[in-house]
């Protein structure tokens, strides 16, 4: 197998048993990188000379006869949304865009710890906001399997390296589906934790009750692997849970036998591309063939989850974003010099795109008097209904299987001058959210879409939710699938 | 609720945000942002009398002990600023009073 198709366990191994240098491994990775970038625009920043010091650090360890961490000499990229010390660090906005952070997020201090090698960052949509990558300051990223293609989003450039082969393993942060949709655009596996598993400490901040960090990687053992280092509770993060954190490696035995698997078929038959209908059917038989029992199940306030989740992560994001007003860091409008409102106003018009600017605004407008208990209360309300759906569907099953995007990756420029096409696009990812399942995305099936002068394969994603903190049901069954169908092992053309 | 979102709305919330919008966005988003508030009307028809409302999924919070530990120097904090005033320890802000 070459070199960039290797997982993070292959690579680890090689390195710890001698049969590739750290140096080595990282200096492939980075000239991957550097070939392929101009055309991806997966990262926003690539960290060549840090990364090749501390991959240095490991190859010293290891002649010295230091135990290695498990990601020891393990290339990795970081969505630009996770603060990294000394790096810079953008949420792909102008406001950010020079902003050098003063300490590292928890993730990146468990992952570091471990031994993973920080390669660069990755493009995301500004602040995370956005299911295409293309509400970045710095230029979409690009689908490797059609590069007219989004690659997803808001993780696109971690989704898009990791497909790519740049890197076996990056983290992303997952909000409304911004983990496991663009997972599902790139071919590869996304896992969005339970709300609370991973610390969001050094996360920028877009929507605190639903955003969540987790991990894109070529198969399901490396994301268990991942959610092994990244999980657990940390005094930086409230919310960060005392939950026991199991062994997720060993969960994975293989078969899906005794697990009931619940398929809302009402939820999922309405608006669905017919290739990842026929795709998810098709996975329906996969996942029998595994040993899991299928069982209908009804979520009947599933099909409100768009406005409400547009409801509660715009409420949030308008408050979590008022931080950024020319003082503390980031972009100053030169109109400062008219006074302090103008200071404010225009730092922050002259450094939010236009997605973030809507969102703020939106809101801004449902916390506001006279509307708040029509919209946010409303929405809040309706997010119980939507957890007690899940709740009641748990009573009777293990899992939930949904597709993860009721289409196949999108043209750039598809969909972006009409905002609420964009945020339909959602409907599978956001309750998952708005209730804190667990839930990830394995790649399923392809379709082949013509283009002029040949064609493209598209990736189509199977998402699996389960119940708070068990992971290892995600886990396990997501794995049984994956070994009983090739889809993850497809790689693009590059 | 049904009243159609105007310009003046746009301008009063865009006080509110602190956010100093050009003409063409505020024309923009009052068609975007009523788009967007009409299509999430839909919720009004669900019966939500009685039901409680969810803000958070926590299960509960896991509050650290209320201890005195290191905290960011002043320099590194500062470092960000866009007019920082590293000797004094402070950010600077255009004048506010007289």
Redesign the interface.
């Known amino acids: 197998m070459s070199a960039h198709l290797k997982g993070i366990r292959a690579i680890a191994g090689d390195i710890a048993e001698g049969r590739i240098s750290a140096v080595d491994v990282c200096r492939d990775a980075l000239d991957r990188i550097e070939r392929l970038n101009p055309a991806l625009n997966a990262f926003n920043l690539i960290s060549g000379d840090r990364a090749l010091e501390r991959a240095a650090s490991i190859d010293r360890l290891r002649a010295s006869g230091t135990p290695l961490g498990p990601l020891a000499g393990v290339p990795i990229a970081v969505k630009d949304n996770l603060c990294v010390r000394g790096m810079r660090t953008t949420a792909s906005s102008r406001i950010l865009d020079?902003?050098?952070p003063?300490?590292d997020a928890t993730t990146i201090t468990k992952l570091e710890e471990a031994g993973a090698v920080i390669v660069g960052k990755t493009n995301c949509d500004e602040f995370a906001m956005g299911s295409s990558n293309e509400n970045s300051a710095y230029g979409p990223a690009r689908n490797p399997w059609a590069h007219d293609r989004t690659p997803g989003g808001s993780s696109g450039g971690s989704a898009a390296a990791v497909a790519a082969g740049c890197v076996p393993l990056a983290l992303g942060s997952d909000t409304g589906g911004s983990i496991r949709q663009p997972a599902s655009f790139c071919g590869v596996t996304g896992l969005k934790p339970t709300?609370?598993r991973v610390s969001r400490y050094g996360l920028l901040a877009f929507a605190?009750?639903l955003d969540q960090i987790g991990p894109i990687t070529r198969n399901v053992g490396d994301a268990a692997l991942a959610l092994s280092i990244l999980s657990g509770?940390d005094?930086m993060d409230?919310?960060?849970?005392?939950?026991a954190v199991p062994d997720f490696m060993a969960a994975l035995d293989g078969n899906a036998r005794g697990v009931r698997v619940g398929v809302p078929r009402a939820f999922v038959s309405e608006g669905v591309d017919a290739s990842v209908l026929s795709a998810f059917d098709a996975s329906l038989e996969v996942l029998r063939g595994t040993g899991a029992t299928l069982v209908d199940i009804d979520l009947p306030?599933a099909k409100?989850a768009?406005?409400?989740y547009?409801?509660v992560c715009t409420a949030e994001a308008?408050s979590n974003l008022?931080r950024y007003?020319?003082?503390?860091?980031?972009?100053?409008s030169p109109e400062?010099?008219?006074?302090?409102k103008?200071?404010?106003?225009?730092s922050?018009?002259e450094g939010?795109g236009?997605e973030v600017?809507?969102r703020?605004?939106?809101g801004?407008?449902v916390l506001?008097a006279g509307y708040y208990d029509?919209?946010y209360?409303?929405?809040?309300?309706?997010?119980?209904?939507l957890?007690q759906d899940y709740e009641r569907a748990f009573e009777s099953v293990d899992l939930v299987v949904m597709p993860t995007s009721p289409t196949p990756p999108f043209k750039l420029g598809e969909k972006t001058d009409d905002?609420?096409q964009m945020?339909l696009a959602d409907i599978f990812t956001v309750s998952v959210n708005?209730?804190?399942l667990p839930g990830i995305s394995v790649p399923c099936g392809f379709v082949d879409t013509p283009r002029v002068g040949g064609t493209d394969r598209l990736p189509i994603g199977l998402q699996l939710v389960g119940r708070?903190f068990d992971e290892a049901t995600v886990l396990r069954v997501a794995d049984a699938f994956e070994r009983d169908t090739e889809w993850s092992r497809q790689t693009p053309a590059l | 609720m049904s009243t159609p979102l105007t310009i003046a709305d746009v301008e009063r919330i865009a006080t509110l945000a602190h956010l100093e919008l050009t003409p063409e966005e505020k024309q923009v988003f009052t068609k975007q942002l009523a788009d967007i508030l009409s299509y999430a009307e839909q919720l009004q028809a669900i019966d939500t009398t009685g039901v409680a409302a969810t803000a958070h999924v926590n299960a509960h919070e896991a509050e650290r002990d209320d201890r005195l530990r290191p905290c960011l120097p002043v320099a590194d904090a500062l470092r960000n600023a866009p007019d920082g005033a590293p000797d004094a320890g402070l950010f600077r802000v255009p004048r506010v009073i007289g």
């Open positions: 020079t902003f050098v003063p300490y709300y609370g605190s009750s509770s005094p409230s919310t960060a849970a005392r939950e306030h409100y768009i406005p409400v547009y409801l308008s008022a007003d020319g003082v503390k860091y980031g972009y100053r400062a010099s008219r006074g302090l103008a200071m404010y106003e225009k922050r018009d939010f236009p600017k809507r703020i605004m939106l801004t407008y506001s029509a919209f209360l409303k929405a809040q309300q309706v997010r119980t209904l957890k905002p609420l945020y708005l209730v804190g708070m």
